[in-house]
């Protein structure tokens, strides 16, 4: 039996500064084992401090001890890396040091995928993926590309730095139900929308469905660009992609209904997530 732990519990990212710097303890995870709370601890602060050499030592224990992949994505390496990104914000990092902490997740994606692939048991679509053009970041997409193919798909990843002829070329041989676009940079998130412009001249957006990630993006940037749906993390880009194959697998990309459709189920998930808040 996997063993079960919160990580849905939203975190404030200035609160978590305090949690983890004030007692270099955490106050997450609390219905964790004491071990695997420490072990997590740990591997949250192997992020921050980028001791990549180590990190795969921190992940066997918890997996001997049952905790999923998903636990471990969810958990202390969504923290440990948000804690990175406030240093760098801050400029209480540099770019070397979050180097290594890129390297931490990447060596701990690399252990994770196959148990996180094992996963998947049907086949229920195709889905290309790839960060835009200028953009190198790939952590959250590799995330989100892991969770797809779990949940069934086939993801083609086109990697980083996808400059729009290639997401075109991609859509021709592969011929995909999505597409989704990740930028982290304000500076980038714009080829998303250049991306979408060229799918459009060549005659491919109704063929496709466009989904669009990455931390700078949002609601309001999607329906600006005339994207399909948008997803705040690798949970929410599955949800949505299930729904498309399984309810709007006929209706076209780009039309204003899908667009409609995936909203109301953000607003679903809100609804859900208050309730039982109230409930509890
Ligand atoms: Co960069 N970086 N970085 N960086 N980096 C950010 C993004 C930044 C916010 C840091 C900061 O200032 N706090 C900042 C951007 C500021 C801005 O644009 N406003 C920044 C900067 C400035 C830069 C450089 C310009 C720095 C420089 O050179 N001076 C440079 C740019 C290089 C380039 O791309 N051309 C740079 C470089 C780097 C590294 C190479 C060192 C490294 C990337 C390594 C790698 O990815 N291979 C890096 C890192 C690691 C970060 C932070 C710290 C962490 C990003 C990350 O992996 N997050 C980041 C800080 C931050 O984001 N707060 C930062 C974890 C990941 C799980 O989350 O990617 O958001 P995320 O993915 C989520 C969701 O967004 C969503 O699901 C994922 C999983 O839940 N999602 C999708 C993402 N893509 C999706 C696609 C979908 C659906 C959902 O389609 C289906």
New binding site residues.
């Given amino acids: 039996m996997p063993l079960t732990i919160d990580t849905d519990t939203e975190w404030d990212i200035e609160d978590l500064q305090y949690d983890i710097e004030d007692t270099r303890e955490t106050d997450r995870w609390l219905d964790a084992p004491a071990e695997i709370k420490e072990a997590f601890h740990q591997l949250e602060w192997n992020i921050i401090d980028g001791e990549h050499e180590d990190t795969i030592d921190l992940i066997e224990p918890c997996l001997e001890a049952k905790v999923t992949a998903r636990t471990l994505i969810a958990g202390p390496m969504?923290t440990g890396?948000?804690e990175?990104?406030?240093r760098?914000?801050m400029d209480e990092y540099f770019?070397p040091e979050?180097?290594m902490?890129?390297k931490c997740?990447?060596a701990a994606l690399g252990r994770l995928k196959p148990l996180i692939i094992a996963e998947k048991s049907e086949e229920i679509g195709t889905v290309i993926?790839g960060t835009v053009q200028?953009?190198?970041?790939?952590?959250?997409?590799k995330?989100?590309a892991m969770m797809l193919e779990a949940a069934g798909f086939t993801v083609v990843d086109l990697g980083v730095t996808v400059p729009p002829e290639d997401f075109i070329d991609a859509i021709r041989e592969h011929d995909p139900d999505i597409v989704?676009?990740?930028a982290?940079?304000?500076?980038?998130m714009n080829m998303q929308w250049e991306t979408i412009k060229a799918i459009k001249n060549e005659g491919l957006r109704e063929q496709v469905k466009v989904?669009?990630?990455?931390?700078?993006?949002s609601q309001a940037w999607c329906d600006k660009i005339g994207a399909d749906a948008y997803?705040?993390?690798?949970l929410v880009?599955v949800d949505k992609a299930r729904a498309v194959m399984s309810t709007y697998h006929n209706m076209k990309g780009g039309d204003p209904e899908l667009h409609a459709a995936m909203i109301a189920m953000d607003e679903e998930r809100e609804r859900a997530k208050a309730e039982s808040a109230t409930a509890g």
Avoid: C, E, N, Y
């Fill in positions: 969504a890396i948000a990175v990104g406030r760098f914000k770019l979050v180097m902490s890129a997740m990447h993926v200028g953009d190198l970041h790939d952590i959250g997409k995330i989100v989704g676009f990740s982290l940079l304000t500076t980038t989904f669009v990630g990455g931390a700078p993006i997803a705040q993390d690798a880009a």
